[in-house]
């Protein structure tokens, strides 16, 4: 019953860590920091583009409203909010290609489509930087555990041929050992993988929002520049 109890406790996750060699330990060091840091964006990230979306239907119900669009500009185009940076990109560059004494009316249109969609594209950028993590850990994760799994063979077959044995006694740690590393890289790459995909198409749908009101806001512009010219 002593040997029984004892060997349960070799293989529970700390046992299996702690007897470990070097290689393996270091792995499942990188895979658990890995998972942390993974929860760490996706917690985060949720957060962040909740408070994008937030922000996006506010400054909206807001622009339809405003009956003045240079006053509402003062009011709200420095807001630290994606549609707020576009919006102002698009009112600063209406005003530098509509200060002169001619206009020029296709150059104005391209140069604002211009300047609201790179805006666009740089907001994206922003907000999807860290899902190239999960993206890395979601595809690295399984290798880096099968890396440990096949070390912590190599050594069972290591420890057979040592003590000229196949008994399960001999064996067995070094295969709980590299069972657990592959565990803790799936542990990593599944949530990785899961939060990637879902924000990967929150993103897209931000970005289809931000596209939308530079659409309209463009459109808008444009009627004020036939009133104009």
Not at 102 to 122: H, K, N, Q, W
């Amino acid at each position: 019953m002593h040997v029984l109890t004892t060997d349960a406790a070799t293989l529970s996750p700390i046992g299996l860590f702690l007897q470990a060699d070097w290689v393996v330990r270091g792995v499942m060091i990188g895979l658990l920091l890995a998972s942390l840091w993974t929860w760490a964006i996706i917690l985060s990230f949720g957060f962040r583009v909740a408070t994008v979306r937030k922000g996006i239907d506010s400054f909206e119900v807001e622009y339809r409203e405003a009956d003045d669009i240079d006053e509402f500009h003062r009011r709200a185009a420095t807001r630290d909010q994606p549609i707020a940076r576009v919006f102002g990109a698009g009112v600063t560059e209406w005003r530098r290609s509509t200060s002169g004494k001619s206009i020029d009316r296709e150059g104005t249109r391209e140069r604002l489509a211009t300047a609201m969609g790179a805006t666009v594209a740089l907001e994206v950028d922003r907000l999807a930087d860290r899902l190239n993590f999960l993206a890395t850990v979601g595809a690295v994760a399984p290798f880096v555990g099968l890396f440990g799994t096949v070390w912590g063979i190599m050594r069972s077959f290591t420890g057979i041929a040592q003590q000229q044995s196949t008994s399960l006694a001999v064996v067995a740690p070094g295969i709980a050992e590299a069972l657990f590393a592959t565990a803790i890289g799936l542990f990593a790459a599944i949530p990785a993988v899961i939060a990637y995909n879902r924000y990967s198409h929150s993103v897209n749908r931000v970005e289809a929002r931000l596209n939308r009101f530079a659409d309209g806001f463009h459109a808008t512009l444009s009627r004020r520049l036939e009133m104009e010219a």
